[in-house]
């Protein structure tokens, strides 16, 4: 069993949580300003989901070899390809495609649900029973969620939302694999491993998916963060913050990811933050913050007491 974290271990730990958290919470309107507006197209979704994890997993092959980390096990192939599946290919994906379609300040509100999904994903996949408390914050986080995107769309539902759904549902899964992982070895090989395991599907689709059509700087630019940012170095941050500060105490500190991402939209998109959205964003916070007190009944198999469930790339 691990420690209890020191007093100073426990500050920088929470420093480098923070740190993680406000390179995370500029995804969402990087991704946006990456891929441009349906009536204003600039990446494709595409090649900004296959790019970033591609030369992502090219930084990643220097890093493993640098630290010397182990290969692999063979066992532990399954685990990291569901990890892949979630994390490099579904949550990306479904993102560039639903901002192609809604601002950013919609998706945060929509995906503020991510860390009860994986949560929930974390439950099911460790055999254990979470409590009525929990399943009904899951029901009114869900709620909140559809009601928010039933007003913003005019009382229908778009297929932007069913993609950013999917983004947090493939997210989640994505995440309880790669922590599966991260209780055999470190949590940063972990993700440099996924990335690596995946450059014979995300390099060739880089490569056939790269833009034709004139692309503005920003666009470059915002695709550099995503790439380097958002899918290496935010996850240096956050993890080795967890293993310092302890996962219950540091991940706190990502409810706040959410509010960070609507209040990074105004100056990067010139997004206007509506008092309905800050809203329907702080009773999504308030839903996740009671739900991940509540416990799970009857575990079979314990998630490790420091592996870093909550993330959102």
Not at 40 to 59: K, Y
Not at 196 to 215: C, D, I, K, N, R
Request: glycine share 8%.
């Amino acid at each position: 069993m691990n420690a209890t974290p020191s007093r100073h271990d426990e500050a920088r730990g929470l420093w480098l949580g923070l740190l993680g958290v406000l390179i995370f919470a500029m995804t969402l309107p990087m991704t946006r300003l990456a891929v441009g507006a349906a009536d204003d197209p600039q990446l494709p979704p595409l090649f900004v989901t296959a790019g970033r994890a591609g030369f992502a997993g090219l930084l990643s092959i220097a890093y493993l070899w640098l630290t010397h980390a182990p290969l692999p096990r063979r066992e532990q192939l399954g685990a990291f390809a569901v990890s892949a599946l979630g994390t490099v290919v579904g949550f990306p994906l479904f993102l560039a495609l639903a901002l192609r379609h809604v601002d950013a300040m919609h998706a945060a509100v929509v995906t503020g649900l991510l860390p009860l999904a994986t949560a929930l994903a974390a439950a099911l996949w460790f055999r254990q029973r979470p409590s009525l408390g929990f399943w009904a914050c899951a029901g009114v986080g869900c709620a909140l969620v559809a009601g928010f995107a039933l007003l913003q769309g005019s009382g229908r539902l778009s297929l932007a939302d069913a993609l950013l759904l999917g983004s947090v549902a493939s997210a989640a899964v994505g995440y309880v694999a790669g922590a599966r992982l991260a209780a055999q070895m470190r949590a940063e090989q972990v993700i440099c491993w996924v990335l690596v395991l995946s450059l014979p599907l995300t390099l060739p689709l880089t490569a056939v998916s790269w833009p034709v059509q004139p692309v503005r700087a920003a666009s470059w630019g915002a695709f550099g963060y995503v790439t380097l940012f958002s899918m290496w170095l935010g996850f240096f941050a956050w993890y080795r913050g967890l293993a310092l500060g302890g996962t219950v105490r540091v991940s706190q500190v990502q409810l706040v990811q959410p509010f960070l991402s609507l209040l990074f939209a105004v100056p990067l998109l010139g997004e206007r933050l509506e008092p309905l959205t800050v809203a329907f964003a702080l009773a999504v916070i308030a839903t996740v913050f009671v739900g991940k007190r509540l416990p799970a009944h009857r575990p079979v198999a314990p998630l490790p007491r420091d592996i870093p469930l909550e993330r959102q790339a």
